[in-house]
């Protein structure tokens, strides 16, 4: 089984323009993430997809692997999706480009159910953890999800699901963490379906993925991923690399 990661990385971000190349400690944010992504041997090969000349050029200098997108994209499963049409590959693992100090367990929590998977009833993995915070639950940056018996994907919303109508039947609440790693025609299947309202309304791509009626298999975890999407962010991540 071929394994390969691919990082999308653009270079417009709303809430923290050009994040991936500002400095963290000497080197880029997206050189740091897709150095770290390497640095796990938990892959095949290792690539960056972007739109932007300047990434590709900051990771191929650096010696690593960079894929130019040819078209504009409206989610990074499209991006990754036109980026390995022609490889010969079996899983594809979605590393996020903010994330500097991805961590090999969490990538091996979701490759873990493919390992696992003999019947081939699984189209895509991600990870959640349970939170327990009001704050957190009620807040729409948080991802939740719920699931099935078998931890199959129900449902994703911003919102609070499921509802606490009742507060005493011991229902969890979970967070989704977006590490995804895909079966390759799952990928490009989702590559030629239509955005439908369910996705459009919530702005989340794996929403795609359950109308259109594959199946993805949630593993829970206590990770928790330090994205970069501010420049405060930024400073605490400068702050954990003095500390290593």
Known sequence: MKIIAVIPARYASTRFPAKLMQDLGGKTVILRTYEAAVATKLFDDVFVVTDSDLIFDEIVSNGGKAIMSIKEHESGSD?????????????????????????????????????????????????????????????????????????????????????????????????????????????????????????????????????FGKRIKMVETTHVGIGIDTAEDLERARAMLRDI
């Not at 979605?94 to 998977?117: I, R, Y």
């Not at 719920?146 to 609070?160: E, G, K, N």
């Not at 990928?187 to 989340?204: I, R």
């Open 79 to 211: 991006r990754i999706a036109e980026a390995i049409f022609s490889l010969d590959v079996d899983i594809v693992v979605n590393v996020q480009g903010d994330e500097p100090f991805t961590e090999a367990e969490p990538l091996e929590q979701v490759l873990s159910v493919f390992k696992d998977d003999v019947d081939r009833k699984v189209d895509l993995a991600s990870l959640m953890r349970e939170i327990t915070d009001e704050d957190e639950i009620n807040n729409p940056n948080n991802v939740k999800v719920v699931v099935d018996q078998s931890q199959f994907a129900l449902y994703f919303s911003r919102s609070v699901i499921p509802y606490p109508r009742d507060k005493d039947v011991g229902v969890r609440y979970f967070q989704h963490i977006g590490i995804y790693a895909f079966r390759k025609q799952a990928l490009l299947d989702f590559y030629s379906l239509p955005m439908k309202s369910l996705e459009a309304s919530e702005k989340l791509e794996q929403l795609r993925y359950l109308e």
